[in-house]
């Protein structure tokens, strides 16, 4: 079969926000010490004011600065492909394409918000950035941007992490960033937790409270988050817009749309944009978020607020958690492994709108490795879930005979990962 690559030379020119369309308002963030409504100024020591208005903006379309576009025509927009190899692998009648958000300097769908992070930041007169990140898609990313427009980056990398991916720290310090595992003995948190479990190793809620003490006891920093608020899906809509006018070439809509979760900002950047037509009524697609079995946050956490850290310095959040202080087994997926979902895929998931997976971690890799052989590009264990959800909905195709339109998202390359696909290929990797 002929590989058709969709390409469209024109980067959307305007974010997608959902927030006024969807079918109730989100639950306010609440004030960690008083559990009110927090006060927008209070986010003033973390985030820049324009992160602020995007956070709780009631403009259904926002606008993209120039000097961002700049950065994002480095490598956006991305491909669209279809997986005319794989469909002929599994002999089925549906039509397989994915968005390609691995071709990024970093390797994954991540600087889509870094950058505008780093330049709100920038214009705001902040001269460092502090942040997580767990398998070092997202750090990498920030430290990729902070260059771009001068601004210093220190990332607190989950320990695990940290030692399971060492070229990803190197990706980091290459770019310029300071890069620690955490939980490290620079912090009150850090300290606290290592008193307690001196081999603790380390979560994405540790590594966020160390980073945001870092950023709140210094007026020249600020703190950057790679998923779950609102600005960061809003940035990420560029995938899904793309991705829409991409397939339109071809006369396609999706009947179902598949994204890996962890935070939730690349199955919201790509399935956001496609719910529009959904919430009027226009179209039936099915959104379908795939977790770690191991860290099934939508599939089997509360929702309620909590905390975005393990010490409790975030505001509280109303979303989907498995409690702020839980710490996920040490899975190769490091970007999954949270404990809370942003509280837009959080509402969408209880409103009854998408579907939520959890899928085990060999299941994953088994069908990284089939992609790889038939599409050639080797996935990120985080982009995996949703290569397996995909396959799965495609072989259903074949047993029914519909020729559905299913449509994922790669969201990053798993080049850096090549340990995790070792210890698969060897039998050694366990669920």
């Not at 009648?93 to 930041?121: D, F, L, M, R, W």
């Not at 949270?338 to 895929?345: R, T």
Request: glycine letters at 8%; hydrophobic letters at 35%.
């Amino acid at each position: 079969m002929k590989k058709i690559l969709l390409e469209d030379h024109e980067i959307p020119k305007h974010w997608y926000n959902i927030l006024p369309d969807l079918p109730s308002p989100l639950e306010p963030p609440l004030d960690p010490e008083t559990k009110q409504p927090m006060n927008p100024e209070k986010l003033k020591a973390l985030f820049p004011e324009a992160l602020i208005e995007q956070e709780m903006s009631t403009e259904r379309w926002i606008e993209i600065p120039s000097e961002v576009l700049d950065v994002y025509s480095i490598w956006r927009p991305t491909p669209l492909i279809r997986a005319t190899n794989l469909e002929e692998f599994l002999d089925t009648p549906a039509k397989i394409y994915y968005k390609y958000e691995g071709i990024a300097p970093p390797g994954s769908h991540k600087p889509n918000t870094a950058v505008p992070q780093a330049y709100y930041n920038a214009k705001e007169g902040i001269k460092k950035l502090t942040t997580e990140t767990g398998a070092g898609q997202w750090g990498s990313s920030l430290a990729f941007a902070g260059q771009y427009f001068g601004v210093e980056v220190k990332v607190y990398m989950v320990k695990v992490s940290y030692q399971q991916k060492p070229y990803r720290r190197i990706l980091m310090e290459t770019w310029g960033a300071n890069v620690i595992p955490s939980p490290s003995p620079y912090t009150k948190s850090g300290r606290k937790i290592l008193e307690q479990d001196p081999d603790n190793p380390g979560s994405l809620g540790i590594a966020i409270s160390e980073a945001v003490e870092e950023a709140l006891e210094n007026s020249d920093t600020h703190y950057a988050l790679g998923s779950v608020l609102n600005h960061v899906l809003l940035h990420q809509t560029v995938i899904g817009l793309e991705a829409k006018k991409q397939l339109a070439k071809v006369k396609h809509y999706p009947d179902i749309v598949i994204g890996s979760v962890g935070g939730g900002s690349n199955f919201g950047g790509l399935a956001l944009p496609f719910m529009l037509e959904r919430l009027s009524g226009d179209s039936c697609t099915r959104f379908i978020a795939v977790e770690p079995a191991s860290c099934p946050t939508l599939t089997k956490g509360k929702y309620e607020y909590d905390f975005g850290d393990t010490v409790g310095f975030t505001p509280l959040m109303k979303m989907h958690t498995l409690g702020h202080d839980f710490i996920p087994p040490s899975i190769h997926a490091g970007g999954l492994r949270y404990h809370g979902m942003a509280p837009i895929v959080s509402k969408l998931y209880e409103e009854g709108l998408i579907e939520a997976v959890a899928v085990p971690q060999t299941a994953i890799f088994k069908a990284a490795v089939d992609f790889a052989r038939t599409e050639g590009i080797v996935p990120a264990p985080e982009s995996a879930h949703a290569v397996k959800v995909a396959i799965d909905e495609a072989l259903k195709c074949r047993e029914t005979g519909e020729q559905k339109v299913i449509l994922f998202n790669l969201s990053g390359h798993g080049l850096l990962d090549l340990t995790a696909y070792q210890k698969y290929l060897e039998g050694e990797l366990t669920d």
